[in-house]
């Protein structure tokens, strides 16, 4: 008999939580290079993008009519006070009562009620990601069955990882760390360079030297390369047998990616930035602007992550999830996502961040060899002991 979908949200709660004693996202990475920092943030020099200077996180929790619960998480690591105020100033009071026939159709209605006033990304879709995510687990804890299993007949039950990010501070200590890796049966390893390819391949050819049984490099510039930069740094780091290269245009140039995707060299892969299937469906038109496709499910959650894979799919473009900053609930709900994704890739795995809730959140999930075993537990495989987070609570 298939597992049940339709549910009723008689509760929705947040909470803000702030690791403030632990190192920040980038640990001692280019330390002392001329960021520049505030109380919360931090701008790493080559990059535009901001980080926050120590994890901060939001989680969503639901409450059932049955009374089961769940957890959810976005990828919303600048600001996650915003998206706790959406949810239980506004969307709870849309949702509590109301009856869904599945969780899609709870993301739905959530993103057409906001359609018209252009609320098409950022925090309003960060809020519905944590929110379908936390549907998600309720109902598989409520089935007695993994997300994965609930999604497809035949999840993948091995999902190989590899390390995102070689956060220390020397090239020598970073190949030390990459070793350590290798030596627990990691196969592959992602590296965060800026957009200037010379300096990019020296680092490249120094970790490869110093690690040479690592089977996969990929490189991700974080969006920060101009069009014949891009080209050249293609072009060599597929000489170098790089697996992908990652976000190497600004994020909104469909055209430039469309030329780079042509271009000799590695494969492009790129996604983090859409939430929604609408936002993906241009860049599945030819010329094909990009190889492999990343969604981020703290961003899109599960439901139109589904949809995103098919449509990527039917492109010919394979899947794997990106995995950005969360801690548990997030990274167990990309595991999830992964076991129904492109078994070609090996997934994307944030080292340390799982395990910043220490003892307050038990997850199933379990990393050796390489991989992790998709649990027999129910739901996406992680629970929250609410009484051991009381000290990385900013608010509720």
């Not at 974080?222 to 080209?231: N, P, V």
């Not at 469309?258 to 010329?287: D, K, N, S, V």
Request: proline share 6%.
């Amino acid at each position: 008999m298939p597992a049940r979908t339709d549910f009723a949200i008689t509760r929705l709660e947040s909470l803000h939580l702030a690791f403030k004693n632990s190192a920040s996202y980038w640990e001692g990475y280019r330390a002392d290079e001329g960021d520049v920092l505030t109380e919360r943030f931090e701008f790493k020099r080559g990059w535009q993008t901001v980080y926050a200077r120590y994890v901060e996180s939001p989680l969503l929790k639901v409450t059932l009519a049955d009374g089961t619960t769940g957890w959810g998480e976005a990828n919303c690591g600048i600001g996650p006070e915003v998206l706790c105020a959406i949810a239980d100033n506004i969307i709870a009071q849309m949702v509590t009562g109301r009856e869904f026939g599945n969780p899609a159709a709870l993301w739905d209605f959530l993103y057409d009620s906001q359609r018209g006033r252009g609320y098409s990304s950022g925090y309003w879709l960060d809020a519905l990601a944590a929110l379908d995510i936390a549907v998600w687990d309720a109902l598989g804890r409520r089935e007695g069955l993994p997300v994965a299993a609930m999604i497809s007949d035949s999840p993948r039950t091995e999902i190989p990882v590899y390390l995102s990010g070689v956060r220390r501070n020397t090239l020598e200590e970073r190949v030390e760390h990459v070793n350590q890796w290798r030596e627990s049966g990691l196969r592959g390893a992602k590296i965060f360079l800026t957009g200037d390819w010379k300096a990019g391949l020296a680092e490249l050819d120094g970790l490869q030297r110093g690690a040479p049984e690592l089977e996969q490099w990929m490189v991700d510039t974080l969006w920060m390369c101009d069009a014949d930069g891009a080209a050249i740094a293609k072009e060599r780091y597929g000489s170098r047998g790089v697996r992908f290269f990652e976000c190497p245009l600004q994020p909104e140039d469909l055209a430039g990616h469309q030329r780079l995707a042509a271009l000799p060299g590695a494969p492009i892969a790129l996604g983090e930035h859409f939430r929604t299937r609408y936002q993906l469906e241009p860049w599945l038109a030819q010329p094909q602007p990009l190889d492999i496709y990343q969604p981020d499910i703290g961003r899109t959650g599960i439901s139109d992550f589904i949809k995103q894979r098919d449509m990527a799919g039917k492109a010919g473009i394979p899947t794997t999830p990106h995995m950005g900053t969360g801690v548990s609930i997030f990274q167990a709900a990309t595991l999830q996502c992964a076991a129904v994704s492109s078994p070609e890739f090996l997934q994307e795995f944030q080292g340390g961040l799982s395990e910043k809730l220490g003892d307050a959140s038990d997850t199933a999930w379990r990393y050796s060899g390489g991989a992790f075993r998709l649990p027999d537990r129910p739901g996406i495989g992680a629970d929250i002991d609410e009484d051991g987070i009381e000290p990385f609570i900013v608010r509720r």
